[in-house]
C-alpha cells in the first residue's frame, strides 16, 4: 500500500454550481475521491491547506506551500503528495515548487477543466492518474510533475494554452514526460533541463516587475516598474528578444537605476538570443546590461527572481544561475 496525501488548495476542481454561477464550496469537501478515483494500493490522507479560486493565490501564498510541501516531504509519512489546484495559477506554483523542493518522493499537481457539475467533467480522472503517478517512486527524479489529460508534465515547462479545454497543459516544444494508461504510469523521457535554487529556505522578494511588448508599446511600463523601486524586471520582448527602439532606451534607464532586467520572448517556443544589432535587438539589450533568460516564460521567470533575490542572491549569483538557459 501507498499513503499518498492529497494537498487541495481550490479551484475548479472543488468548485460547484452556485445563483450566478460556479464558485468555491465552503462548507464541505467536494473533492472528487469518490468511487474509482482512489486506486486500490492507496491511501489518501487529504490536508486542506487553502480553498481558494487560482486567481486568489498569491506568490506568497504559493511559497507558504511550498514550505508545507517540504514540511510533508521531510516527515517520511508520505510515499508522494497530490496538490490539487486551480488551472490559471497552476503552472506558477508548481514550478515554485520545482525550483526549491528536493524531495526523495514525487509531489504531483493536478487540478480540473470543468467542475463536477458539468458534462465531461475531468477532475475524478486527472485526480486518479495524478495519485497513480505519485505511487511510482522514481517520479520524484523527474522533479515537480504536472498531471492533467492523462499526460506528465515536467513543472519547469508545461503551461496552459487553452481557456476552457480539458487538453490546455501542454509544453509547447517540448511535450510529455509521459503518460497515464489506465492503471500504468508510461514514462518516456527525462528532462535534461532543470533549474534549481541554492539550499536555501524559500522567501520571496515582491519587487518584481513583468512587463509585456507590442508594437510601440513597454517602454512607458519598463519606466514605471524602474521608478517604483522593483528589484528586478521580466520583459516579455519580440520573437528572439527584440523591442521597440524606446524601449531599449527604457531597459537602460531601469538598469542604470539598479533594476535587474531579464528578456525573454512572449512566443511559446524558442530561445531568445543577442542575434539583432540594431536598436532594441537582443546583441543591443545585451549591450544595455540586460539579461537574456532562455526559454522561460515570463510569469515563471518572475517567480525565479523573487525567489533568488529573497533569498539574497545577488546580480553576479543571478547571471551566473541564468547560464544555463
Known amino acids: ?24 464550496s465552503y462548507h464541505h469537501n467536494p473533492l472528487p475521491i469518490q468511487g474509482n478515483v482512489i486506486p486500490p494500493f492507496v491511501t489518501i490522507e487529504h490536508i486542506r491547506f487553502c480553498s481558494v479560486p487560482s486567481p486568489s493565490i498569491t506568490p506568497e501564498i ?12 521531510l516527515s517520511g509519512r508520505y510515499h508522494g503528495i497530490v496538490v490539487t489546484h486551480g488551472t490559471d495559477t497552476l503552472e506558477e506554483s508548481a514550478f515554485l515548487a520545482d525550483i526549491y523542493l528536493r524531495s526523495a518522493i514525487p509531489v504531483v499537481f493536478t487540478a480540473a477543466m470543468r467542475s463536477q457539475s458539468e458534462m465531461g467533467v475531468d477532475g475524478p480522472r486527472n485526480l486518479r492518474g495524478a495519485l497513480l503517478t505519485a505511487s511510482r517512486h522514481e517520479v520524484h527524479k523527474l522533479g515537480v510533475t504536472v498531471v492533467l489529460n492523462d499526460e506528465i508534465h515536467s513543472a519547469s515547462r508545461v503551461t496552459k494554452t487553452y481557456t476552457s479545454n ?16 489506465q492503471d500504468r504510469i508510461l514514462l518516456q523521457r527525462k528532462p535534461l533541463w532543470r533549474i534549481q535554487l541554492p539550499e536555501c529556505k524559500l522567501k ?41 527602439p524606446e524601449a531599449a532606451e527604457a531597459v537602460q534607464y531601469a538598469v542604470e537605476q539598479g533594476t535587474i532586467v531579464c528578456i525573454t520572448s512572449r512566443c511559446y517556443i524558442g530561445r531568445v538570443l543577442g542575434v539583432y544589432n540594431y536598436p532594441g535587438g537582443g546583441a543591443d539589450l545585451e549591450r544595455r546590461g540586460a539579461i537574456l533568460a532562455g526559454d522561460m516564460q ?28
Open 166 to 181: 480539458v487538453s490546455s497543459f501542454k509544453s509547447p516544444g517540448y511535450g510529455p514526460l509521459g503518460f497515464v494508461d
Open 62 to 73: 504559493m511559497a507558504q506551500l511550498c514550505l508545507k510541501l517540504e514540511e510533508m516531504t
Open 1 to 24: 500500500m501507498k499513503n499518498i496525501a492529497i494537498v487541495s488548495t481550490g479551484g475548479t476542481i472543488e468548485m460547484l454550481p452556485g445563483h450566478g454561477g460556479l464558485d468555491i
Open 298 to 325: 515570463g510569469q515563471k521567470l518572475r517567480l525565479l527572481l523573487m525567489a533568488s533575490l529573497g533569498i539574497g542572491l545577488t546580480m553576479k549569483n543571478i547571471r551566473k544561475l541564468f547560464e544555463r538557459l
Open 204 to 244: 520571496l522578494n515582491q519587487r518584481v516587475g513583468l512587463v509585456r511588448t507590442a508594437a510601440g508599446l513597454g517602454a512607458r511600463e519598463i519606466r514605471y516598474c524602474a521608478d517604483c523601486g522593483d528589484r528586478a524586471l521580466v520583459v516579455e520582448a519580440l520573437g528572439r528578444g527584440n523591442v521597440p
